[in-house]
Nanobody
Framework: VHLQESGPGLVKPSQTLSLTCTVSGGSMTTNYYYWSWIRQPPGKGLEWMGTIATSGSTYYSPSLKSRTSIFADTANDQFTLQLRSVAPEDTAVYYC??????????????????WGQGTQVTVSS
């Protein structure tokens, strides 16, 4: 299984960031999985942002819930992160990842069985 993030590398403040994770080498719905977005700001640790389950249920970080949406296009094996009203503090490397258990707030890499390579997003005017 391979996960690949895609989206703009540069976003202006107050705009909406949209990133897509494309899953290949396996279907999103073959079994029950959890598909997550995790980010790492420069010089800081990993931050769990949210998760969508194969069922479509979504879970968000309390600190980001008001600005975040995750939705899935299972027909195309993709899931998308939308982060609204971005600010320079949202500058980070954004990762998508898969797990077989619901990992709310968890960023320990070993608990996710697949990760994307990450994509750099810079918020700047």
């Amino acid at each position: 299984v391979h996960l690949q993030e895609s989206g703009p590398g540069l976003v202006k403040p107050s705009q909406t960031l949209s990133l897509t994770c494309t899953v290949s080498g396996g279907s999103m719905t073959t079994n029950y999985y959890y598909w997550s977005w995790i980010r790492q700001p420069p010089g800081k640790g990993l931050e769990w942002m949210g998760t969508i389950a194969t069922s479509g249920s979504t879970y968000y970080s309390p600190s980001l819930k008001s600005r975040t949406s995750i939705f899935a296009d299972t027909a195309n094996d993709q899931f998308t992160l939308q982060l609204r009203s971005v600010a320079p503090e949202d500058t980070a490397v954004y990762y998508c990842a898969r797990s077989t258990k619901l990992l709310l707030g968890v960023t320990e890499a070993a608990l996710y069985d697949y990760w994307g390579q990450g994509t750099q997003v810079t918020v700047s005017s």
